[in-house]
């Protein structure tokens, strides 16, 4: 089946420490990739995208994730974490420039400082 | 400008009760989804409205599901009657057709006891 898989369901990590959280497709044809985040309380919100061109796409505070298309992957990095990126992280795939978007199932990211 | 609207925030009530969730999306999105989010889990696509169109609704429990965006704007989403596995936040988001991000409201988080 179809589908977007997130591999690591909770990640704790201390202050300063290097982060990367996987995110696999499943989906053939074109893909627009994207990966949201959700502080504690708060809505989604979109982290960062990839629609076309070059593959390391960058967000907003310091992260960036990596499109390798022959891995079907979209990882998330980010080289040192703070406190405050403690939340919840969804990586969602949209197919073909439709509006059928696709959540995985998300990873907490607990940073402790 | 305006975000997503979603009322009520929270909602409290007895199985076999019914419910109704209300969504004003962004002005001048045409497209407007209801998502399911359980506890842990990544937001799963409930309905995909395209202006009045319900363009997707394969996933939306139609037994005891309804949703509604008559004049293409705001939405209700309706479950009658509530079970104790409805308990979940709905989340209501929109954008313009094409493929790109979301943007999400705050939730409607339904407790059913």
């Known amino acids: 089946a179809q589908s977007v898989s997130q591999h690591n369901h909770h990640v704790i990590l201390s202050e300063a420490a290097s982060l990367e959280l996987g995110c696999n497709y499943s989906?053939?044809?074109?893909?627009?990739l994207f990966w949201y985040v959700q502080y504690p309380g708060q809505h989604l919100q979109l982290l960062l995208k990839?629609?076309?061109?070059?593959?390391l796409v960058k967000g907003i505070k310091g992260f960036e994730a990596e499109f390798i298309k022959s891995k079907f992957s979209f990882n998330l990095r980010k080289p040192s974490v703070q406190w405050s990126d403690t939340a919840e992280y969804f990586c969602?795939?949209?197919?073909?420039?439709?509006?059928?978007?696709?959540f995985g199932a998300g990873t907490r990211l607990t940073v402790k400082p | 400008e305006a975000g997503v609207v979603q009322s009520p925030r929270y909602k409290i009530i007895e199985k076999k009760q019914p419910v109704a969730f209300w969504c004003n999306p962004i002005s001048g999105h045409n497209t407007l989804y209801w998502y399911l989010q359980n506890l842990g889990q990544g937001p799963e696509l409930l309905i995909r409205?395209?202006?009045?169109?319900?363009?997707?609704d394969s996933q939306l429990p139609k037994d005891r599901f309804s949703a509604e965006r008559l004049k293409g704007v705001d939405s209700t989403l309706k479950i009658q009657p509530a079970e104790l596995g409805d308990s979940a936040v709905y989340l209501c988001?929109?954008?313009?057709?094409?493929?790109?991000?979301?943007?999400f409201g705050e939730g409607s988080r339904l407790t059913v006891l």
């Open positions: 990839y629609f076309s061109g070059d593959p």
């Open positions: 969602a795939v949209n197919v073909n420039n439709n509006n059928d978007m696709r």
């Open positions: 409205y395209e202006n009045e169109e319900a363009v997707d």
């Open positions: 988001a929109s954008n313009v057709k094409g493929g790109g991000e979301l943007f």
């Open positions: 989906y053939g044809g074109t893909v627009n």
